[in-house]
T-cell receptor
Framework: KQEVTQIPAALSVPEGENLVLNCSFT??????LQWFRQDPGKGLTSLLL?????REQTSGRLNASLDKSSGRSTLYIAASQPGDSATYLC??????????FGTGTRLQVTL | NAGVMQNPRHLVRRRGQEARLRCSPM?????VYWYRQLPEEGLKFMVY????????ESGMPKERFSAEFPKEGPSILRIQQVVRGDSAAYFC??????????????FGPGTRLTVL
């Protein structure tokens, strides 16, 4: 059974800092990994999708890496802004097509 | 191209009533997934449907819950005789046809169900 863990559970950083969020999964037989953002009381916004054959994806200030063999992914956020404050979720897709979500990292970027 | 649409956004039911949650996938998408987010918990898969077929319902509670995705119209998640423990946010996602496991899933805004 796939299990996805995210560390840290919560993070507070001052504006402008670069930061890294971690995601680990127990079963390396995945097809892809997605990073999402969720604002309080809102839905999920897809940030990046990494296929299992890829090592990383970039979008603006975000960079996600994937090490499938070791069951790890990181989301790097450069020059953080208060608007980046949200919960970040990683999720993996296995053979059954369904997403298995991590526990989330609650990020707060302070002025 | 409108995104995934869910309605209602908020739904209040009394114990024992029925709840019907609707999801319209993105245009051109033929795969629908339902997920549930209980308070202070992560999102959990419930069911995966294609048009007129349930592909995987391994995450659905055995009783009171059902889902359908008819040939015409939205996907429906139905909860009969709701209990307080059903209070949660229910999210729908869709993906395009093709090689399912490679496709990105796009999420709707969710329906927040409150059972009194």
């Amino acid at each position: 059974k796939q299990e996805v863990t995210q560390i840290p559970a919560a993070l507070s950083v001052p504006e402008g800092e670069n930061l890294v969020l971690n995601c680990s999964f127990t079963d390396s037989a995945i097809y892809n990994l997605q990073w999402f953002r969720q604002d309080p009381g809102k839905g999920l916004t897809s940030l990046l999708l990494i296929q299992s054959s890829q090592r990383e994806q970039t979008s603006g200030r975000l960079n996600a890496s994937l090490d499938k063999s070791s069951g790890r992914s990181t989301l790097y956020i450069a020059a953080s802004q208060p608007g980046d404050s949200a919960t970040y979720l990683c999720a993996v897709t296995g053979t059954a097509s369904k997403l298995t979500f991590g526990t989330g990292t609650r990020l707060q970027v302070t002025l | 191209n409108a995104g995934v649409m869910q309605n209602p956004r908020h739904l209040v039911r009394r114990r024992g009533q029925e709840a019907r949650l609707r999801c319209s996938p993105m245009k051109g998408h033929s795969h629908v997934y339902w997920y549930r987010q209980l308070p202070e918990e992560g999102l959990k898969f419930m069911v995966y449907l294609q048009k007129e077929n349930i592909i995987d319902e391994s995450g659905m509670p055995k009783e009171r819950f059902s889902a359908e995705f008819p040939k015409e119209g939205p996907s429906i998640l139905r909860i009969q005789q709701v209990v307080r423990g059903d209070s949660a946010a229910y999210f729908c996602a869709s993906s395009p046809p093709g090689t399912n496991s490679y496709n990105e899933q796009f999420f709707g805004p969710g329906t927040r169900l409150t059972v009194l």
